[in-house]
Protein backbone atom coordinates (compact mmCIF):
# COMPACT_ATOMS: atom_id res chain seq x y z
CA UNK A 1 0.00 0.00 0.00
CA UNK A 2 1.11 3.38 -0.97
CA UNK A 3 0.91 6.57 1.14
CA UNK A 4 -1.57 7.62 -1.52
CA UNK A 5 -3.49 4.94 -0.92
CA UNK A 6 -3.00 4.43 2.49
CA UNK A 7 -5.51 7.30 2.87
CA UNK A 8 -7.09 8.86 6.42
CA UNK A 9 -4.12 8.25 8.41
CA UNK A 10 -1.35 9.18 5.21
CA UNK A 11 -3.14 12.68 4.49
CA UNK A 12 -0.14 14.03 3.64
CA UNK A 13 1.10 17.46 3.38
CA UNK A 14 0.14 19.26 0.58
CA UNK A 15 0.66 22.89 -0.37
CA UNK A 16 2.10 23.25 2.75
CA UNK A 17 -0.57 22.22 5.19
CA UNK A 18 -2.29 19.52 6.39
CA UNK A 19 -6.18 19.38 5.29
CA UNK A 20 -6.60 16.99 8.41
CA UNK A 21 -7.19 20.03 10.15
CA UNK A 22 -9.13 23.04 8.39
CA UNK A 23 -7.53 26.12 9.15
CA UNK A 24 -10.86 28.03 9.57
CA UNK A 25 -12.18 25.75 12.30
CA UNK A 26 -9.07 25.04 14.07
CA UNK A 27 -7.96 28.26 14.63
CA UNK A 28 -9.85 29.16 17.68
CA UNK A 29 -8.69 27.79 21.18
CA UNK A 30 -11.26 24.87 22.51
CA UNK A 31 -9.76 24.04 25.30
CA UNK A 32 -7.11 21.65 26.46
CA UNK A 33 -5.64 18.58 24.16
CA UNK A 34 -2.95 16.42 24.19
CA UNK A 35 -0.68 14.54 20.70
CA UNK A 36 1.49 12.24 21.00
CA UNK A 37 5.17 12.61 19.67
CA UNK A 38 7.42 9.95 18.24
CA UNK A 39 10.94 9.73 16.66
CA UNK A 40 13.29 7.54 14.40
CA UNK A 41 11.16 4.71 14.08
CA UNK A 42 14.51 4.47 11.29
CA UNK A 43 13.89 0.55 9.98
CA UNK A 44 17.05 -1.25 9.80
CA UNK A 45 19.15 1.08 12.26
CA UNK A 46 18.87 -1.96 14.91
CA UNK A 47 20.54 -4.22 12.79
CA UNK A 48 23.16 -2.35 11.35
CA UNK A 49 23.99 -0.45 14.92
CA UNK A 50 24.83 -4.00 16.04
CA UNK A 51 27.23 -5.01 13.54
CA UNK A 52 29.08 -2.03 13.32
CA UNK A 53 27.87 -1.30 9.64
CA UNK A 54 25.69 1.63 9.97
CA UNK A 55 25.94 2.77 6.19
CA UNK A 56 25.42 -0.44 4.52
CA UNK A 57 24.27 -3.02 7.29
CA UNK A 58 20.69 -2.23 7.67
CA UNK A 59 19.60 -5.38 5.67
CA UNK A 60 16.90 -6.35 8.23
CA UNK A 61 14.54 -4.36 10.35
CA UNK A 62 11.78 -6.91 12.05
CA UNK A 63 12.26 -5.37 15.42
CA UNK A 64 11.18 -1.93 14.19
CA UNK A 65 8.37 -3.25 12.63
CA UNK A 66 7.37 -4.45 15.75
CA UNK A 67 8.22 -1.72 17.83
CA UNK A 68 6.23 0.46 15.54
CA UNK A 69 3.23 -1.51 15.85
CA UNK A 70 3.39 -1.57 19.35
CA UNK A 71 3.77 2.07 18.97
CA UNK A 72 0.39 2.10 17.21
CA UNK A 73 -1.58 -0.04 19.13
CA UNK A 74 -0.61 2.09 22.64
CA UNK A 75 -2.03 5.44 20.71
CA UNK A 76 -4.79 3.79 19.13
CA UNK A 77 -6.25 2.46 23.02
CA UNK A 78 -6.02 5.73 24.28
CA UNK A 79 -8.87 7.41 25.52
CA UNK A 80 -9.60 10.19 25.03
CA UNK A 81 -8.14 10.06 21.53
CA UNK A 82 -5.11 12.24 20.86
CA UNK A 83 -5.55 14.76 17.87
CA UNK A 84 -2.31 13.55 16.16
CA UNK A 85 0.68 11.53 16.81
CA UNK A 86 3.34 13.11 15.12
CA UNK A 87 6.69 11.32 13.99
CA UNK A 88 9.69 13.70 14.15
CA UNK A 89 11.93 12.33 11.51
CA UNK A 90 14.46 9.61 10.12
CA UNK A 91 11.28 7.55 9.02
CA UNK A 92 13.56 4.58 7.65
CA UNK A 93 17.56 4.36 7.84
CA UNK A 94 18.66 3.91 4.13
CA UNK A 95 19.51 6.41 2.78
CA UNK A 96 18.23 8.00 -0.28
CA UNK A 97 20.08 5.67 -3.33
CA UNK A 98 20.79 2.70 -1.02
CA UNK A 99 19.76 -0.99 -0.66
CA UNK A 100 16.91 -1.36 1.05
CA UNK A 101 14.99 1.89 0.89
CA UNK A 102 12.05 0.82 -1.14
CA UNK A 103 11.63 -2.09 1.34
CA UNK A 104 11.61 0.17 4.19
CA UNK A 105 9.27 2.26 3.01
CA UNK A 106 6.89 -0.03 1.98
CA UNK A 107 6.68 -1.42 5.66
CA UNK A 108 6.63 1.77 7.23
CA UNK A 109 3.56 2.47 5.03
CA UNK A 110 1.69 -1.17 6.15
CA UNK A 111 2.50 -0.56 9.79
CA UNK A 112 -0.08 2.58 11.31
CA UNK A 113 -2.77 2.25 8.24
CA UNK A 114 -5.40 1.03 10.50
CA UNK A 115 -5.40 4.11 12.95
CA UNK A 116 -7.58 6.76 12.57
CA UNK A 117 -6.06 9.46 14.21
CA UNK A 118 -4.03 11.89 11.85
CA UNK A 119 -0.18 11.18 11.09
CA UNK A 120 1.69 14.08 11.04
CA UNK A 121 5.62 13.04 9.40
CA UNK A 122 8.77 15.30 9.39
CA UNK A 123 11.91 14.94 7.78
CA UNK A 124 15.15 13.14 9.12
CA UNK A 125 18.70 13.30 7.59
CA UNK A 126 17.82 9.31 6.55
CA UNK A 127 14.95 10.37 4.57
CA UNK A 128 16.57 13.09 2.89
CA UNK A 129 20.52 12.27 3.05
CA UNK A 130 22.54 14.49 5.53
CA UNK A 131 23.07 16.76 2.49
CA UNK A 132 19.94 16.93 0.48
CA UNK A 133 19.20 17.61 -3.16
CA UNK A 134 16.15 19.00 -4.74
CA UNK A 135 15.88 15.31 -5.95
CA UNK A 136 15.74 13.76 -2.80
CA UNK A 137 13.59 16.61 -1.26
CA UNK A 138 10.99 15.84 -4.05
CA UNK A 139 11.80 12.22 -3.56
CA UNK A 140 10.44 12.23 -0.29
CA UNK A 141 7.40 14.97 -0.82
CA UNK A 142 6.25 12.38 -3.50
CA UNK A 143 6.54 9.48 -0.91
CA UNK A 144 5.18 11.47 2.53
CA UNK A 145 4.08 14.87 1.99
CA UNK A 146 5.86 18.19 2.07
CA UNK A 147 8.90 18.62 3.69
CA UNK A 148 7.78 21.92 5.65
CA UNK A 149 4.55 23.11 6.35
CA UNK A 150 1.80 24.23 9.24
CA UNK A 151 -1.27 23.47 10.27
CA UNK A 152 -3.89 24.46 13.09
CA UNK A 153 -4.84 22.58 15.85
CA UNK A 154 -7.54 24.04 18.09
CA UNK A 155 -5.86 27.13 18.52
CA UNK A 156 -2.27 26.24 18.29
CA UNK A 157 -0.13 26.89 15.84
CA UNK A 158 2.19 24.07 14.44
CA UNK A 159 5.21 24.38 12.29
CA UNK A 160 6.77 21.18 10.44
CA UNK A 161 9.92 21.81 9.64
CA UNK A 162 12.94 20.61 7.20
CA UNK A 163 15.88 20.71 9.62
CA UNK A 164 18.37 19.69 7.22
CA UNK A 165 18.20 22.91 5.50
CA UNK A 166 20.06 24.44 8.51
CA UNK A 167 22.31 21.36 9.11
CA UNK A 168 24.08 21.76 5.38
CA UNK A 169 21.76 22.97 2.48
CA UNK A 170 25.02 23.20 -0.39
CA UNK A 171 23.33 21.05 -2.86
CA UNK A 172 19.66 23.15 -2.26
CA UNK A 173 20.17 26.75 -1.59
CA UNK A 174 17.32 27.51 -3.29
CA UNK A 175 15.15 25.39 -1.39
CA UNK A 176 16.58 26.74 1.77
CA UNK A 177 15.62 30.18 1.03
CA UNK A 178 12.74 29.43 0.06
CA UNK A 179 11.63 27.49 3.85
CA UNK A 180 13.02 30.29 5.22
CA UNK A 181 10.95 33.00 3.50
CA UNK A 182 8.19 30.98 4.14
CA UNK A 183 8.60 30.30 7.90
CA UNK A 184 9.07 34.48 8.17
CA UNK A 185 5.80 34.47 6.97
CA UNK A 186 4.45 32.23 9.41
CA UNK A 187 5.74 33.44 12.32
CA UNK A 188 4.54 36.69 11.39
CA UNK A 189 1.14 35.06 11.15
CA UNK A 190 1.52 33.65 14.43
CA UNK A 191 1.95 37.10 16.05
CA UNK A 192 -0.71 38.98 13.89
CA UNK A 193 -3.66 36.20 15.01
CA UNK A 194 -2.65 35.81 18.22
CA UNK A 195 -2.16 31.89 18.35
CA UNK A 196 -3.01 30.39 21.85
CA UNK A 197 0.28 28.73 21.28
CA UNK A 198 3.21 27.96 18.35
CA UNK A 199 4.92 24.91 18.48
CA UNK A 200 7.66 23.62 15.77
CA UNK A 201 8.35 19.86 14.96
CA UNK A 202 11.60 18.74 13.40
CA UNK A 203 14.11 16.35 13.39
CA UNK A 204 17.51 17.92 14.47
CA UNK A 205 17.31 19.51 17.80
CA UNK A 206 18.65 23.12 17.95
CA UNK A 207 20.65 22.08 20.86
CA UNK A 208 20.89 19.24 23.53
CA UNK A 209 21.18 20.51 26.78
CA UNK A 210 21.67 24.07 26.59
CA UNK A 211 22.27 27.42 23.48
CA UNK A 212 26.17 27.17 23.93
CA UNK A 213 27.06 23.97 23.93
CA UNK A 214 29.90 22.72 21.70
CA UNK A 215 28.74 21.67 18.19
CA UNK A 216 28.40 18.18 17.40
CA UNK A 217 26.77 15.76 14.87
CA UNK A 218 23.55 15.97 16.76
CA UNK A 219 22.68 19.72 16.67
CA UNK A 220 22.70 22.86 14.70
CA UNK A 221 25.97 24.90 14.68
CA UNK A 222 25.91 27.53 17.31
CA UNK A 223 25.47 30.42 15.20
CA UNK A 224 22.60 28.61 13.54
CA UNK A 225 21.10 27.35 16.61
CA UNK A 226 20.87 30.91 18.16
CA UNK A 227 19.97 32.30 14.87
CA UNK A 228 16.73 29.83 14.49
CA UNK A 229 16.12 30.32 18.30
CA UNK A 230 16.37 33.72 18.34
CA UNK A 231 14.02 34.05 15.43
CA UNK A 232 11.20 31.64 17.51
CA UNK A 233 11.77 33.21 20.89
CA UNK A 234 10.51 36.72 18.89
CA UNK A 235 7.62 34.90 17.91
CA UNK A 236 6.47 33.56 20.44
CA UNK A 237 6.89 29.88 20.09
CA UNK A 238 6.80 27.85 23.29
CA UNK A 239 8.39 24.54 22.04
CA UNK A 240 10.48 22.56 19.87
CA UNK A 241 10.12 19.20 19.44
CA UNK A 242 12.82 17.12 17.79
CA UNK A 243 14.48 13.70 17.91
CA UNK A 244 17.78 12.24 16.10
CA UNK A 245 19.69 11.94 19.47
CA UNK A 246 18.17 8.23 20.06
CA UNK A 247 17.82 9.23 24.03
CA UNK A 248 16.00 11.71 25.89
CA UNK A 249 17.47 15.07 26.51
CA UNK A 250 16.55 18.92 26.36
CA UNK A 251 16.89 22.22 27.77
CA UNK A 252 15.97 26.03 27.65
CA UNK A 253 16.66 28.72 26.04
CA UNK A 254 14.59 31.96 27.22
CA UNK A 255 11.18 31.09 27.06
CA UNK A 256 11.78 27.99 24.57
CA UNK A 257 11.52 24.71 25.70
CA UNK A 258 13.67 22.66 23.19
CA UNK A 259 12.72 18.81 23.74
CA UNK A 260 14.74 16.04 22.55
CA UNK A 261 13.11 12.68 22.92
CA UNK A 262 14.14 9.19 22.41
CA UNK A 263 13.51 6.50 19.72
CA UNK A 264 10.79 4.15 18.92
CA UNK A 265 13.47 2.15 17.35
CA UNK A 266 17.24 1.95 18.06
CA UNK A 267 18.63 3.46 21.42
CA UNK A 268 22.21 4.82 22.01
CA UNK A 269 21.49 5.53 25.18
CA UNK A 270 19.75 4.18 28.23
CA UNK A 271 16.28 5.27 27.70
CA UNK A 272 13.85 2.49 26.44
CA UNK A 273 11.92 2.41 23.14
CA UNK A 274 8.61 4.96 23.51
CA UNK A 275 6.47 7.74 23.05
CA UNK A 276 6.03 11.19 24.47
CA UNK A 277 2.56 12.29 25.58
CA UNK A 278 2.40 16.53 25.11
CA UNK A 279 -0.67 17.83 26.92
CA UNK A 280 -1.09 21.47 25.57
CA UNK A 281 -3.82 23.81 28.28
CA UNK A 282 -4.54 27.53 28.02
CA UNK A 283 -1.32 28.29 29.87
CA UNK A 284 1.20 25.90 29.01
CA UNK A 285 2.38 22.26 27.36
CA UNK A 286 3.46 19.85 29.84
CA UNK A 287 5.18 16.71 28.23
CA UNK A 288 6.41 13.23 29.71
CA UNK A 289 8.06 10.44 28.03
CA UNK A 290 6.62 7.02 28.21
CA UNK A 291 8.71 3.50 27.11
CA UNK A 292 5.68 1.54 25.18
CA UNK A 293 5.42 -1.13 27.55
CA UNK A 294 4.30 1.43 29.52
CA UNK A 295 1.75 3.30 27.67
CA UNK A 296 0.73 0.48 26.13
CA UNK A 297 -0.07 -1.38 29.47
CA UNK A 298 -0.81 1.89 32.09
CA UNK A 299 -1.71 4.79 29.42
CA UNK A 300 -1.56 8.38 30.38
CA UNK A 301 -1.83 9.08 33.94
CA UNK A 302 -4.46 11.05 36.24
CA UNK A 303 -2.19 14.05 36.89
CA UNK A 304 -2.08 14.94 32.73
CA UNK A 305 -5.50 13.50 32.17
CA UNK A 306 -6.29 15.88 34.94
CA UNK A 307 -5.09 19.17 33.28
CA UNK A 308 -7.33 18.18 30.04
CA UNK A 309 -10.06 18.65 32.27
CA UNK A 310 -9.30 22.18 33.08
CA UNK A 311 -10.88 25.40 31.41
Known amino acids: MSAAEAGGVFRRARGRTLD ?5 KEREWKGPFYFIQGADPQ ?11 CDSGGDEWGQEI ?8 AVNKLKP ?23 QTADLQRVPADSDIPLVLVSGNHDLGNAPTPETVAEFQRTWGDDYF ?7 LCLVLNSQFWYDASRCPALKQ ?21 IVFQH ?13 YFNLTKSVRREVADKLVRAGVTAVFSGHYHRNAGGTYQNLDMVVSSAIGCQLGQDTHGLRVVVVTAEKI ?9 LSEKGIEDDLMGLMKEK
Not at 43 to 53: E, R, Y
Open 81 to 103: RPRFFVLCGDLIHAMPGTPWRKE
Open 150 to 156: SFWVGGV
Open 66 to 73: RLTEQAVQ
Open 204 to 216: IPLFLQNIDEDDD
Open 286 to 294: VHRYYSLDE
Open 20 to 24: AFPSE
Open 178 to 198: AQDQWLDQQLSIAGQLECQHA
Open 43 to 53: FGLMKAWSTGN
